[in-house]
């Protein structure tokens, strides 16, 4: 049973996420909510990759891939997916499997809790985000990384919902119907789904790719969260390793448990002092 009406989700689909949520239920743990952690996870995860997220107290709910027919899982695989809607901005890692991502529409099943906030497994919280559970169903920050004029999109990094399974069982029957095709997985479906949905702050689901193309909107003093959409922090082989050299650092202060630097010290995107 939960310990709180109100929980913070994300979703690990493999080893590679489960160390992104290490680093993520760490720097939730560090902002001092009182709300339920919980980590949903799919098949493709051992208990080993697992054991240090129940080691920092989050509750761990395995979560099946949706029973989506045949004919969707063909459209929405990696390799079809990404030829038919390439993305041209940035690199997915090898482990990202798209079919994954519906996954986190579960959520909406949990009817033990009010609000939930899900958030993307590749992202740290970086200050007390409890603020979010007052904010209606359906909200979500925009998906702005290049320009301004990117805040019509959504982007299902951080969103807000009301977990219903009536709502749950009407998704299911929007999202596989004769060629459907979602080019951006969850988030194409989220803002078809809830057409009118919610703004929330951009700094509640700061894009890394704004730290070099939009590093006037960069603010250390209002980033809640940084989201580090494309090129993971734990990649060896980073290829924007050296831009983002210092958002990369700062991750791997929290996912290895080290002291975390004062962020009022952390040096804006042009290197000058904050």
Not at 41 to 69: I, K, N
Not at 86 to 110: A, C, I, Q, S, Y
Not at 151 to 174: E, I, K, Q, W, Y
Not at 231 to 258: S, T, V
């Amino acid at each position: 049973m939960p310990d709180s009406r109100h929980a913070f989700a994300t979703l690990v689909t493999n080893a590679n996420y489960a160390m992104g949520a290490l680093a993520l239920v760490r720097s939730l743990r560090l902002s001092g909510t009182p709300a339920d952690i919980i980590v949903m996870h799919t098949g493709g995860v051992v208990p080993e990759s697992l054991a240090p997220l129940a080691g920092l107290g989050a509750r761990l709910v395995p979560a099946d891939l949706l029973p989506t027919s045949d004919a969707f899982n063909h459209r929405h695989q990696r390799a079809r997916l990404h030829a038919d809607a390439p993305f041209t901005r940035g690199n997915k890692p090898d482990f990202h499997t798209p079919l994954d991502n519906f996954v986190k529409l579960r959520l909406w099943e949990m009817e033990e809790y009010e609000k939930v906030v899900f958030i993307d497994a590749d992202a740290i919280v970086l200050r007390n985000i409890d603020r979010l559970f007052a904010y209606p169903e359906f909200s979500a920050a925009p998906n702005v990384y290049e320009s301004l004029s990117d805040f019509h999109r959504l982007n299902s990094g951080v969103f807000v919902a009301r977990p219903s399974r009536a709502t749950f069982a009407d998704m299911l029957a929007r999202l596989d119907v004769p060629d459907a095709f979602w080019r951006r997985t969850d988030q194409t479906f989220l803002q078809d789904y809830f057409p009118d949905w919610h703004g929330l702050p951009v700094f509640d689901n700061m894009l890394q790719y704004v730290w070099f193309n939009l590093p006037e909107l960069w603010d250390w003093g209002s980033v809640r969260v940084i989201h580090y959409q494309y090129e993971k922090p734990w990649e060896a082989e980073n290829a924007k390793a050296a831009r983002l050299r210092p958002l990369i650092e700062l991750w791997q202060a929290f996912y290895r448990g080290e002291a975390i630097p004062a962020l009022s010290n952390l040096a804006k995107p042009d290197g000058s002092p904050a």
